[in-house]
């Protein structure tokens, strides 16, 4: 609730507006008459579909995030072919590849662990993405991320989202030389 989407969608508008190539999804609140019913994936290219919505019927057995339900197959059907398609492709050029966010939720699929994998590994792709901060236990992927010699962790917070856009926009930069 910081303010980790938003300053995403900024950073997203600031490469796209200087020409970079860059794909990727983002997490969206889904609000009904003021209060949350869930999330929904957005992808850059302007694809959207559920992630989550509010159930009480907790008899199924599903992938429970607190009240939310978590939609896997919409979730892979709209994210899988986006991450294995920025794995393809020229190395001319490093793409950037917006992942937001790296969450409870999303780590429900094996298939996306897999992906986020690939795609930190492969050489031709910048991933900014978000992560949850530590509390509670501990999400593998998540803490492989945060240790990992090749990632720059920001910490957002309300004080410092608005300040932070140009460092974390100097830290991409950086990464396409």
């Known amino acids: 609730g910081v303010g980790k989407t938003t300053l995403i969608q900024k950073v997203t508008q600031a490469l796209k507006s200087s020409g970079i190539p860059i794909d990727g999804f983002y997490t969206e609140e889904v609000r009904e008459g003021g209060r949350r019913t869930g999330f929904d994936v957005v992808t850059l290219s302007g694809k959207r579909g559920p992630l989550s919505r509010v159930s009480s019927d907790s008899s199924r057995r599903e992938y429970r995030v607190g009240q939310y339900v978590v939609d896997l197959v919409s979730f892979e059907q709209l994210v899988l072919p986006m991450l294995r398609n920025v794995n393809h492709g020229s190395d001319a050029e490093k793409k950037i590849c917006v992942i937001d966010e790296i969450g409870k939720m999303e780590l429900f699929s094996q298939a996306f662990i897999q992906a986020v994998r690939q795609t930190l590994t492969g050489s031709g792709t910048i991933v900014l993405g978000t992560i949850p901060v530590p509390k509670g236990k501990p999400l593998d ?5 945060r240790s ?21 926009l100097a830290a991409v930069e950086s990464c396409r030389k």
């Open 141 to 145: 992927l998540v803490e492989e991320i």
């Open 148 to 168: 990992r010699k090749d990632v720059k962790v920001f910490n957002v917070s309300k004080e410092n989202r608005n300040s932070i856009l140009q460092d974390i």
